[in-house]
């Protein structure tokens, strides 16, 4: 079952597409369903394409394919086909081809400079940072400010925007950001090592860390990196 909003995006998406064969903008989505910011409306592109209603067709910052519909949730069917299927949940048979999309930029959360000393949680707030729809796939994202030296070897400098994906699991070899011992938040390689927990900077000045699995949190999985040119 999808929420209201859900819903309403679903329905504006599939119709725009029907109508020019081009998918709507962030703006336009925004301003449709009458929300305050295009976050709200990343968040439900993500939740629509993890539930396998939409898709973004890769290389394109604005082109969404509409892959299945709900008429049993009060989304309006999007072709005579799809409202006689006899399921709730319909693939599209003729969905309308995208033509190449124009860029689109999101805001998404901007918590801070990653330091030594702050969780993340210390560092919420209510400023955005704009970001190309483009660095970031599906999920949901939150930017930190980088702090320090310790991970140029891997093209992350210090004041950099680190784009990083919110999750807690993450495979060895990732950079992440990771909450230790509750207090230090860190943006490292993350490896497991004989019942250990390491900790990785991309910087040869610096040593790996070890910590028992119960001292490290995984907050988060870099998705993409910003830079300013001064």
């Known amino acids: 079952m999808l929420t209201r909003k859900q819903h309403e995006l679903l329905t504006f998406i599939q119709t725009r597409l029907e109508d020019s064969g081009i998918s709507?903008?962030?703006?336009?989505?925004?301003?449709?369903?009458?929300?305050?910011?295009?976050?709200?409306?990343?968040?439900?592109?993500?939740?629509?394409?993890?539930?396998?209603?939409?898709?973004?067709?890769?290389?394109?910052a604005r082109a969404l394919e509409v892959i299945r519909e709900s008429d049993a949730?009060?989304?309006?069917?999007?072709?005579?086909?799809?409202?006689?299927?006899?399921?709730?949940?319909?693939?599209?048979?003729?969905?309308?081809?995208?033509?190449?999309?124009?860029?689109?930029?999101?805001?998404?959360?901007?918590?801070g400079r990653i330091a030594a000393g702050v969780p993340i949680e210390a560092l919420e707030g209510t400023a955005m940072l704009p970001v190309p729809a483009a660095l970031l796939g599906s999920g949901e994202h939150y930017a930190l400010e980088v702090s320090g030296d310790s991970m140029v070897e891997a093209g992350i400098l210090d004041g950099d925007y680190a784009l990083v994906r919110r999750t807690e699991t993450a495979?060895?070899?990732?950079?992440?950001?990771?909450?230790?011992?509750?207090?230090?938040?860190?943006?490292?390689?993350?490896?497991?090592?004989?019942?250990?927990?390491?900790?990785?900077?991309a910087n040869a000045a610096y040593d790996p860390q070890y910590y028992q699995p119960h001292e490290v949190q995984v907050q988060g999985k870099l998705a993409g990196l910003l830079r300013r040119y001064h």
């Open 24 to 60: 709507p903008s962030f703006e336009e989505m925004k301003e449709a369903l009458d929300l305050k910011s295009k976050s709200g409306v990343h968040r439900l592109i993500s939740a629509l394409e993890e539930r396998g209603f939409i898709r973004r067709l890769p290389n394109r």
């Open 73 to 111: 949730g009060g989304a309006k069917p999007a072709s005579r086909a799809a409202a006689s299927a006899p399921s709730a949940l319909a693939p599209l048979r003729n969905p309308a081809p995208a033509r190449e999309p124009a860029n689109d930029v999101i805001e998404i959360p901007l918590h």
């Open 171 to 201: 495979r060895d070899g990732e950079i992440v950001v990771a909450l230790v011992r509750g207090e230090e938040a860190t943006l490292k390689y993350l490896r497991r090592e004989k019942g250990m927990v390491r900790l990785d900077p």
